[in-house]
């Protein structure tokens, strides 16, 4: 039976696809856990090209040997909503001022690629926590 790794910790980074470099946050989030800087650039950048444009979030597990395992996330939902809807930016007052509008079926798209991520029973309440992060957004949810 091989023996279990020791976890040392995890750290949790927000990235553009393919284009993580050793300069903050990543350098500073993995050297003080001793971890080759280079080599995780090299392979975040390599898994995560195809999604360029987006920003991937990554938990890192660092075990004590300095090795670490890489799981990655869904990109956050207000990222998919301003690509859906091709926005900038959400509202700075999302109550007062509306900045777009998304129908029911960009949300439920957006909620089967979120699903891994979401805290969701079924589709349903998916697509209830996607149009809830639009509202805030200052999107207007038609339907």
Known sequence: MAKQKKILGYINLQL????ANPAPPVGPA?????????DFCKVYNERTKD??????PVVITVFEDRSYELE?????AAVLIK???KIEK????????????????????????????LNANDEDAACKIIAGTA?????VVLG
């Open 16 to 19: 553009q696809a393919g284009k």
């Open 30 to 38: 993995l050297g003080q856990y001793g971890v080759n800087i280079m």
């Open 51 to 56: 999604k360029e444009g987006y920003i991937i």
């Open 72 to 76: 990655f996330k869904e990109p956050p």
């Open 83 to 85: 690509k859906k809807i």
């Open 90 to 117: 959400g509202s700075a007052k999302p109550h007062m001022d509306k900045v777009g509008t998304i129908t029911m079926a960009q949300i439920l798209e957006i909620a089967k690629q979120k699903m891994p991520d």
């Open 135 to 139: 509202r805030s957004m200052g999107v």
